[in-house]
């Protein structure tokens, strides 16, 4: 897909051609705090919330929208945030080339795309195989939200989670819930929630 970029100057910023593989987080951050990622930050306001939140822990947010980037970018500077850097890459990637085994605390993934058609289902980047990549790169204790408005797409994933039996449902017995007052909704999950729709929210724990 082509796309527009937008120069991005923001100290929040890392250019993923200036970033080693795998980078020295603690180094870029300047601490030892923990560290977490979004994958799909959007516009940056979930993440804005939750790292207001949570100063002692370091979030990485990626898009593979310069726009989204920019934005996020944008957002945590005219609040001063310290604590988030943004990249600009795809998740697997960035995962598998930046992000070391057994290093982060927390993964959050949000309204991803839901490629509603069924002949493109299999473009969606959640789902059980993606799911156990991810857990070589988190803690024991880890926790993964996954949130959607697609109703397909978050039944899928309500269902593969079980499967996976290194995680730990955090609303068992429920498989998702429609409400999760604590955790900060996105302006695409208010959009579609001010639509009628429902969000499936997912919380899960690494054994």
């Not at 705090?33 to 990626?62: H, Q, W």
């Not at 998740?91 to 993964?107: M, Q």
């Not at 797409?153 to 449902?169: C, K, M, S």
């Amino acid at each position: 897909m082509t796309q527009s970029f937008i120069h991005i100057d923001s100290p929040n910023y890392l250019k993923l051609e200036d970033l080693p593989n795998p980078p020295d987080w603690p180094g870029i951050f300047g601490n030892d705090n923990r560290l977490a990622l979004e994958i799909g930050c959007g516009v940056g306001d979930f993440m804005l919330k939750t790292a207001l939140d949570a100063p002692e822990t370091n979030f990485i947010a990626i898009d593979f929208y310069n726009k989204g980037c920019d934005k996020t970018c944008r957002r945590m500077d005219r609040h001063g945030v310290t604590n988030v850097r943004v990249v600009r890459d795809e998740a697997r990637a960035f995962v598998t080339e930046r992000i070391p085994k057994g290093s982060l605390s927390a993964i959050y993934i949000n309204c991803p795309d839901p490629w509603p058609k069924k002949r493109h289902r299999k473009r969606r980047l959640v789902n059980r195989e993606f799911i156990e990549f991810l857990l070589d790169y988190m803690v024991p204790g880890a926790d993964f939200f996954f949130a959607t408005d697609f109703d397909d797409y978050g039944i899928d994933v309500a269902n593969a989670l079980p499967e996976v039996a290194a995680l730990e449902n955090q609303f068992a017995p429920d498989l998702y819930r429609h409400e999760f007052p604590e955790y900060h909704l996105s302006k695409y999950m208010r959009k579609f929630m001010a639509e009628g729709k429902q969000i499936y929210f997912m919380h899960y724990k690494v054994k």
